[in-house]
């Protein structure tokens, strides 16, 4: 099956075609393959209204697939997104060889042009708030506005949490195995899940589990990275989001990202590291009173 997505307004491309096109009902996301280069990528496109804005490139967190974005996309009802498994999370094939952030930053230029964007917001979640703050840092001019939620300047310069919770952060178990997330999910996370566990339902409803390479390769891909000394070239507005009560990104670490940012507002919330999936109308209107201003 193959559909053809129209532009969405006078400044919007055309969006290219995608294979074996899946629509989720809740989301209105399309979700098919692309290939670039010799790397097979499942990417997601969700139209959105017509808008004179740039639609919403979305990075997600380390061994994440993009359905985990579903709630919130479903919140965020008139924004166009754009999403893609990371190499190896997901169902997008790991590559041959391990990558550096810049490295991933550079294929999701090219997929953008592949698929005829010039212009960008970008929204970074955990891992792929790194990853959106390279992108940021190495395509300055093809980059409105950044959003950053749960994450850090890099495992090189941030106030880490504690090693017990690190080290399980290191273990894919958590996409795979229903009953590893049902045990460690609450100490990992955080916030809404120490007091209702059966909130760890929105995760494992929407999680697919990806390859045990692809996790290592995204894990190195952070290894010694920071934005620290690159910070400084980031003039885009930016919103960080982040959880009071987060294990595994403490939010100092946010409160240090919006001091050293030139144009950075912080929004802290009642919640732990996975607020989007658990706040999701929360953060929906916050997001889109960000973008809409």
Known sequence: MHLQISPQGSTRPALSLLSDVQI?????????????????????????????????????????????????????????????????????PPPKRPYRLFGMARLSRKLLEHLGYTKVDVMGVSWGGGLAQQYAIQYPKCVRKLILAATSMGAAAMVPGHPRVLLKMLNPKRYSELGYMRRFGPKLYGGTLREHPHAIDVFTRHVRGGDAKGYRYQLLAMAGWTSLPWLWRIRHPVLILAGNDDPLVPLINARLHAFLLHDARLHIIEDGHLFLLTKAHHIARLIAGFLDK
Do not use: C, W
């Open 24 to 92: 989720d009902p809740a989301s209105g996301l399309h979700i098919g393959y692309l290939t670039l280069g010799a790397q097979l990528l499942r990417v997601g496109i969700r139209p959105g209204a017509p808008s004179s804005s740039p639609p919403l490139l979305i990075f997600n967190g380390i061994g994440a697939n993009m359905e985990l974005v579903i709630p919130l996309l479903s919140a965020l009802a008139e924004i166009e997104a754009i999403i893609f498994d990371v190499p190896g999370a997901g169902k997008s």
